[in-house]
C-alpha cells in the first residue's frame, strides 16, 4: 500500500501588505476574512489544496506521515490545528513539527521586532505572516507535548538556528520599507533573505536554537 504523506505550510506568495502612515492604515490589497489560508500539499507534488486550518480537507486516519513548518506559530487557533493533525493521522504515523523556539533566542525574533517597531513610530508595513494573531509565537516542547495530547508520543527534538539570521532580517525590513512604507522593495530581495533563513536553519543549536524540531508519532 501506498503512503500518504503531506506537508503543511503557508502559501510562499504574500501580495497582501497593510502599509502605515501617520498612524492611519490603509490596505493595499483587500484583506480576505479574519484568517489566512495554509496550504496542504501531497508531499510527491502530485496535488495542493487550500483550507482554513480549523478543517483540513481529509479524512479521519488517512494520511501516514506529515511535516508541518511555519504554520502553527501563525494562526489565530493553533489548538484546533493540533487536533485536526491528530485527527487525519493514522495509528502509528509520523508527524514532523518545526516552530519558533521559546528560547534564550526568542528575542531575536524578525517578524515581531519589526512589529514592534512600526507600531511604535506608526511608519512601516505589516507583514501578511503575522497578520492573523499580530505576532510569531514562540513555543516550547512542553507547549507542544500538551497540545498534541495523550495521543501522541514525542520520538525526537532537536533545536537548530543561531538567530542571526533573524537579526539581519529585522534590519532588512527596517532599511528597506521604513523610508517610503513600499512592500515592494521588500518583495524584491525576499528571495535573498529565504537563502539566508535555510542557511542558518541548518546550523545545529543544541538546546537554544532559534527553531524547535519535534518529531511525534500517533499512537494507537
Not at 503531506?6 to 492611519?24: D, K
Not at 504554520?71 to 487525519?88: I, P, T
Not at 520520538?155 to 515592494?184: I, K, M, Q, Y
Request: net charge positive.
Amino acid at each position: 500500500m501506498t503512503e500518504v504523506a503531506i506537508r503543511v505550510s503557508r502559501p510562499l506568495e504574500h501580495p497582501m501588505w497593510r502599509r502605515r502612515s501617520n498612524a492611519i492604515e490603509l490596505n493595499q490589497e483587500r484583506f480576505e476574512g479574519a484568517t489566512e489560508p495554509i496550504l496542504v500539499a501531497d508531499a510527491g507534488g502530485r496535488w495542493s489544496l487550500r483550507c482554513r486550518h480549523g478543517s483540513l480537507p481529509l479524512a479521519d486516519a488517512s494520511v501516514d506521515r506529515i511535516e508541518i513548518e511555519g504554520v502553527l506559530e501563525l494562526v489565530r487557533d493553533d489548538r484546533a490545528l493540533y487536533r485536526e493533525l491528530g485527527r487525519v493521522l493514522k495509528p502509528g504515523g509520523a508527524l514532523r513539527l518545526r516552530v519558533p523556539n521559546a528560547g534564550l533566542t526568542a528575542g531575536f525574533d524578525s517578524l515581531n521586532l519589526y512589529r514592534y517597531l512600526a507600531d511604535v513610530i506608526h511608519r512601516g508595513v505589516r507583514i501578511p505572516e503575522v497578520e492573523e494573531v499580530g505576532f510569531r509565537r514562540h513555543i516550547s516542547r512542553v507547549d507542544v507535548v500538551k497540545a498534541l495530547g495523550d495521543g501522541f508520543e514525542i520520538e525526537r527534538r532537536w533545536t537548530t538556528g543561531s538567530g542571526l539570521s533573524e537579526l539581519a532580517h529585522f534590519v532588512v525590513l527596517a532599511g528597506l520599507t521604513l523610508p517610503s512604507s513600499n512592500a515592494d522593495r521588500y518583495l524584491n530581495v525576499r528571495p535573498s533573505v529565504l537563502r539566508m533563513y535555510r542557511i542558518d536553519r541548518a546550523i545545529p543549536a543544541p538546546g537554544f536554537g532559534f527553531w524547535l524540531w519535534v518529531e511525534a508519532r500517533r499512537l494507537v
